[in-house]
């Protein structure tokens, strides 16, 4: 299991930061590896709510299905893997700045069943992806 993590300040209000970063329509526009987003379960996003990732990952197509497991408006947005070649957790915390918002960004992933011997180079490059979506924002 591997951790990464990113951090970015957003001259925004917390709440207009969460309500971009929660909605599916906007993920593929700043998290680059997403190619498409569907079968959202509801129509608002909260806890239990489902949602489905197409991403690319060193030229591997993924599919992962998520849960949403923490959906606290303006403070945390947190989702797992329940259906994929690929365990992930995906926690974002929002907190206040004397500039706006500081959007703090880790992922908990298994690479290595879907990677294998190339499992380090996979993580490596996770963590720039991550560190480069959160610069979009």
């Not at 970015?8 to 599916?24: H, K, L, N, Q, T």
């Not at 259906?83 to 004397?98: D, F, N």
């Amino acid at each position: 299991m591997s951790r990464l993590e990113a951090s970015v300040e957003i001259s925004r209000s917390a709440g207009e930061v969460f309500a971009y970063v929660i909605d599916p329509v906007h993920t593929p526009e700043w998290m680059h590896a997403v190619l498409a987003v569907s079968n959202l379960s509801s129509d608002s996003v909260e806890v239990g709510t489902t949602f489905h990732h197409r991403w690319q990952l060193l030229g591997r197509l993924l599919d992962t299905t998520y849960e949403v497991l923490e959906c606290d408006p303006g403070r945390t947005f947190t989702y797992q893997s329940i259906i994929s070649s690929v365990r992930r957790l995906v926690c974002l915390r929002l907190e206040s700045t004397a500039r706006g918002i500081r959007i703090d960004c880790y992922v908990e992933q298994d690479l290595s069943p879907l990677f294998q011997k190339d499992a380090p180079w996979a993580v490596h490059t996770a963590q720039q992806h991550l560190e480069s979506d959160l610069l979009c924002l």
